[in-house]
Each structure stands twice: as structure tokens, then as C-alpha cells.
């Protein structure tokens, strides 16, 4: 695979695992990290478009991007955790939480789908998550974070609709790493059945082996760390 790799939130544990084994693999001609903790030309925060244009407009540069990765999301915040019940909704909690979770990741959309090259089979991949599934939901709770999943998942199904009509071959999915020894998942681990809990290498290198299966025809769909498709 050549072109370019991008990774959007390489300063978290499963983003940085990633550009590390992208780097590694040396199957790209360049690697692209970007994340809101690094400074200067690296910087991109997805709470401000700006810094999400100026990324786009680096990469635009060359190498095309053959592999674009939005590895971002949030669950907890300081004293704020996912909701059991619809009496702890917060209107400003929830709001966080779609402009981290949707809005933010739909705004890297919009400014790298045009930097797809027309041959090829690009990807697009976006780290969503099972709670996300509406098809999938049986135990309720953590209303805004499987809201905001929700709408990605939807938002990455357009994006996949659209990507196709300047890329015919793109391939633009959803993916779910599992839970993955990091701080997003750090209060919950508590729950996680033995060996269901992922370090950040092994969750990368499974990411990066179910990238490597997809073809056109899995485009816009919501795939699972081991390959499986998880119904939206």
C-alpha cells in the first residue's frame, strides 16, 4: 500500500498504537499523526475547524492518503461518566459528548474525503464502538455516548455514499476496537471479562488486519475488532 497514512488522534492510546505500527509496517509512503495535545503543525483539535482545515491542507500536499483514521472519542470527563438513567441527563454533558463523539469526527470528514484519490480502494475508517449499534442495544444506559456513536455511525454511512461519487473504490467504515486498556476505559475495566481487555498494540494490529480485509462492498458498514459486522 502506498500514498499517505492519517492518523487523527495519535496522542491517545489506541491512535498512538496505530501510527506506531503504521510506521513500523513501512507500507506507506508518509504517516500523518495529529492530535489535539501536539503543538504546531501537528495540532488539531477537533472542537475547532480551523486547526482540522490546516491538517487537511498539509496532507493535501502529498502523498494522497490511502488511509485516513479518526481514532478520537470520549466517555468520561472529570466528574462526568456515562448515564445510567434518563433522571442524570445533562444537557451540556450530552452536548460534549455529540461535539467530541459526532460533530468533531464528521468535521475531519468534510475536510479529508476531498483528498482521496480518484484510483484505488482508500480507507476511511472511524473508531465507533458497540453501544453505538441501535440493532445491538439490550441493556440500555450510557445514553449520550451511545447517541453520539449512534450519529456517527450514521454520519460515516453518508460519508461512504459520498466518498464514492469523487473515489469509486473508497471504503469508508466504522470500527469497534473492543475495550482496550486505556483511559477511556479505565473506570469500567472492573466489568470486562478475562482477556476481553485489549492492550493498545494487540487492539492496532487488529484494527489495522481488519482494514486490511475490507473491500468496496463493506464500505458504510460497522465492523468489530475481530471482522465481525455489527448492525447499526
Not at 44 to 63: F, W
Not at 147 to 172: D, F, G, H, W, Y
Request: aromatic content about 6%.
Amino acid at each position: 500500500m502506498s500514498g499517505s497514512a492519517v492518523v487523527i488522534g495519535a496522542s491517545g492510546a489506541i491512535g498512538g498504537a496505530i501510527e506506531r505500527a503504521l510506521i513500523e509496517e513501512g507500507a506507506h509512503d508518509r504517516v500523518w499523526g495529529f492530535a489535539r495535545s501536539r503543538t504546531g503543525a501537528d495540532h488539531l483539535d477537533l472542537l475547532d475547524e480551523p486547526s482540522i482545515a490546516a491538517a487537511a491542507a498539509r496532507v493535501a500536499a502529498g502523498p494522497s492518503p490511502s488511509l485516513i483514521l479518526i481514532a478520537t472519542g470520549l466517555l468520561h470527563e472529570g466528574d462526568r461518566v456515562p448515564e445510567r438513567s434518563f433522571k442524570e441527563l445533562d444537557a451540556e454533558w450530552l452536548a460534549r459528548s455529540y461535539a467530541v463523539n459526532a460533530i468533531g469526527p464528521a468535521l475531519v470528514l468534510k475536510h479529508f474525503l476531498p483528498l482521496l484519490p480518484k484510483t484505488g480502494e482508500p480507507v476511511v475508517a472511524a473508531l465507533s464502538a458497540r453501544v453505538g449499534s441501535i440493532g445491538d442495544n439490550g441493556l440500555g444506559g450510557w445514553h449520550g455516548y451511545r447517541a453520539a456513536k449512534a450519529a456517527l455511525n450514521m454520519l460515516t454511512r453518508n460519508a461512504a455514499i459520498e466518498a464514492k461519487r469523487q473515489s469509486p473504490r473508497a471504503i469508508v467504515v466504522g470500527l469497534h476496537p473492543g475495550t482496550v486498556d486505556s483511559a477511556l476505559s479505565k473506570p469500567f475495566q472492573g466489568n470486562v471479562a478475562p482477556g476481553s481487555l485489549f492492550a493498545p498494540d494487540r487492539a492496532a494490529m487488529q484494527l489495522l488486519d481488519v482494514i486490511e480485509e475490507l473491500k468496496p462492498k463493506d464500505s458504510g458498514k460497522l465492523f468489530a475488532w475481530d471482522g465481525a459486522e455489527i448492525p447499526f
